[in-house]
């Protein structure tokens, strides 16, 4: 156990760190080593913090199949567009040894929010002796909820409308399941000690009476709905279509109701995935750091 409680102690840190000091500096999660036993549990939270991700590892000791869910081949990252912070419901409780609670974490990305839920208990400050100490009754399974509302929508202008959409999509990175659900909807998450999930939430759009559609991301990375830099429906008499600037390389994930007539990727037709259950998939090429192009032909 000795391995892993630190690391919630080093997450909560950051995360209200970031409440206080994100008022007057862009907050900074701190390095991580992508061969410790704990990289992807701080892999999912840089993933989503908002600032820089940066590295410790000793030279030759690299996990690269992680640091690609974190970084594109020419050192980029999908950063989001407002630094971390914990939801309202875990503000004033305990997420290290009160035996009960998951850390939240909120953030916004262009076109949709992203909320990582962890399981930090375990360990916390021992106010007497000025240092940390393990909690061994509070490493443990927790249980929480989690919803498109625990999103601070208002907090940038672009996403403030967010808030009165009548539906989302909500992907569960770990679990690779694709949710619908209302605002105020509420989905069960059950958490491992020093584990957690990554939650994609992105607005479902009524292109027409029978269409709708929402853009989640790059499956492959744990940020997924950063790779999406432009979004745009197109609707007339003829066609219902759309169009989306996509930064990055992998799998890309979307929600359409209707499957679609063809998808041009870069002027080129290509291949897609669509199940009865509206998820669609196409992969996306690496371009050397130029914005891949997809027109998205749902109905004509």
């Not at 839920?117 to 106010?127: K, S, T, V």
């Not at 930064?247 to 990727?265: C, D, W």
Request: proline share 4%; charged share 20%; with cysteine.
């Amino acid at each position: 156990m000795g391995v892993y409680w630190l690391q919630g102690v080093h997450m909560i840190h950051c995360s209200y760190n970031s409440l206080w000091q994100g008022q007057f500096i862009q907050p900074d999660w701190d390095m991580f080593q992508s061969s410790h036993l704990c990289a992807e549990f701080h892999a999912g939270s840089r993933a989503i913090c908002g600032g820089p991700v940066y590295v410790s590892d000793k030279v030759g000791h690299h996990d690269f199949d992680l640091l690609r869910k974190l970084v594109l081949p020419d050192g980029t990252i999908l950063r989001c567009q407002h630094y971390a912070l914990p939801t309202r419901d875990c503000l004033f409780e305990n997420p290290l040894f009160d035996g009960k609670t998951l850390l939240k974490l909120w953030n916004l990305n262009k076109f949709g929010g992203v909320i990582g839920i962890f399981n930090c208990q375990g360990a916390g400050w021992y106010p007497e002796e000025h240092k940390c100490k393990a909690h061994p009754e509070c490493y443990k399974k927790i249980s929480s909820i989690v919803s498109p509302d625990d999103v601070e929508w208002e907090q940038k202008d672009f996403t403030a409308e967010f808030r009165n959409n009548q539906l989302f999509a909500a992907y569960l990175h770990k679990s690779e399941n694709l949710h619908l659900m209302k605002g105020s909807d509420k989905i069960d998450i059950t958490l491992q000690p020093s584990t957690f999930e990554i939650i994609t939430i992105s607005p479902v759009y009524g292109l027409n009476e029978k269409t709708k559609f929402a853009a989640i991301g790059l499956q492959n990375m744990f940020n997924s709905g950063g790779a999406i830099e432009f979004l745009k429906h197109n609707l007339d008499k003829k066609a219902v279509s759309v169009d989306v600037k996509i930064k990055g390389t992998g799998k890309f994930l979307a929600y359409s109701s209707i499957k679609p007539k063809e998808i041009m990727l870069n002027n080129q037709r290509i291949q897609f995935e669509w199940t009865s259950d509206g998820v669609l998939k196409f992969e996306v090429p690496w371009t050397g750091g130029d914005l891949s192009e997809a027109c998205i032909l749902i109905s004509n």
